[in-house]
């Protein structure tokens, strides 16, 4: 059964801060994996999708990457900004058909101005 | 539409009724899913539909829990007998054909139960 682990559980820092949250997964037979966002009160925003067959992916100031065998995917925030405070989430599918996304359980982030 | 519309928003339920939770997906989207997010936590899966067809169910924590999509559109999830464990908020996601193409969310119907 895959599960998805994320470290830390929220994190503050300034704003221009360039940061890394972590997400790990248990099962490297990924299909592939997804960086989302959440507001307070809101939906998810798909941020990036890497595909099992990636290393990484990057918009604009986000760059996540992809590591199978250790079963490890980092989202880099480059120059961080207020705007960037909410929820990361990010999830897997795993390969075998089935179509679900198992999540993490976030991690708040906070940038302080 | 421009996005996946979900109705409610808030919903209060005295424990024991029954409550029916609504989904506009995205206009073409073949793929919808359902998840339950308790506070703090991640979403967890309850249950998939490509098209009308419930392809996968297993996250239905009871069988007081029921979804359907009878004309491959619209979506209701309808929870019998609400115990005060089912308080959470309740998301709804689509897509188009594929599981490389990103999840879009609806904005949740937040669910209490007294």
């Known amino acids: 059964k895959q599960e998805v682990t994320q470290i830390p559980a929220a994190l503050s820092v300034p704003e221009g801060e360039n940061l890394v949250l972590n997400c790990s997964f248990t099962?490297?037979?990924?299909?592939?994996l997804q960086w989302f966002r959440q507001d307070p009160g809101k939906g998810l925003t798909s941020l990036l999708l890497i595909q099992s067959s990636q290393r990484e992916q990057t918009s604009g100031r986000l760059n996540a990457s992809l590591d199978k065998s250790s079963g490890r995917s980092t989202l880099y925030i480059a120059a961080s900004q207020p705007g960037d405070s909410a929820t990361y989430l990010c999830?897997?599918?795993?390969?075998?058909?089935?179509?679900?996304?198992?999540f993490g359980k976030g991690t708040k982030l906070t940038v302080n101005p | 539409g421009a996005g996946v519309s979900q109705s409610p928003r808030y919903k209060v339920a005295k424990r024991g009724q029954d409550v029916a939770l609504r989904c506009d997906p995205i206009s073409g989207h073949v793929s919808l899913f359902w998840y339950q997010q308790a506070l703090g936590q991640g979403p967890e899966f309850l249950t998939y539909f490509q098209n009308e067809a419930q392809l996968d169910k297993s996250g239905l924590p009871s069988d007081r829990f029921f979804a359907e999509r009878p004309e491959g559109s619209v979506s209701t999830l309808k929870i019998q007998r609400t115990q005060q464990e089912d308080s959470a908020v309740y998301l709804c996601?689509?897509?188009?054909?594929?599981?490389?193409?990103?999840?879009?969310f609806g904005n949740g119907t937040r669910l209490t139960v007294t």
């Open positions: 999830a897997a599918i795993t390969q075998g058909g089935s179509e679900k996304l198992v």
């Open positions: 099962d490297s037979a990924i299909y592939n």
């Open positions: 996601a689509s897509r188009p054909p594929g599981r490389d193409s990103p999840l879009h």
